[in-house]
């Protein structure tokens, strides 16, 4: 499971409602690379596909990879804004590692190498 905080919910929207179709999917991919092994990244895609699971949180629907659900199992998403801007965070409890940035960290025991995540 993915959540999502009630401010993530509401930033995700307010991106979404930018986005040329109204009916865009929150996609989150984890891809190698960082401070540490993995970072997160997000965007908006058009369609699903046969190896994706899908996250009903509230009004928004994540879609993963299902190569990437060991990774992000449990994992919470909030939005928050501090002095220098507005940033999502990321609150995984399979990392073992996190950078300052909250980007990037680093797992346990990986199951795959970074070339098996694609999606």
């Avoid at 009630?6 to 929207?13: D, F, G, L, N, Q």
């Avoid at 970072?39 to 046969?50: H, K, L, P, S, V």
């Avoid at 879609?63 to 220098?84: F, M, Q, R």
């Avoid at 300052?100 to 990986?110: H, Q, V, W």
């Amino acid at each position: 499971m993915i959540h999502l905080s009630p401010a993530a919910v509401t930033e995700i929207k307010r991106l979404q409602a930018n986005q040329q179709s109204q009916k865009a999917l929150f996609r989150l991919r984890i891809q190698a690379g960082g401070c540490f092994d993995w970072f997160y990244q997000m965007g908006f895609d058009q369609t699903i596909n046969a190896e994706d699971a899908v996250y009903n949180c509230g009004d928004v629907q994540v879609v993963v990879n299902s190569k990437a659900l060991h990774y992000v199992e449990g994992l919470t998403i909030d939005y928050s804004e501090d002095l220098i801007g507005g940033g999502f965070r990321f609150m995984n409890p399979n990392a073992s590692q996190h950078c300052g940035c909250g980007n990037s960290f680093a797992i346990r025991s990986p199951q795959m190498s970074p070339t098996d995540i694609s999606g």
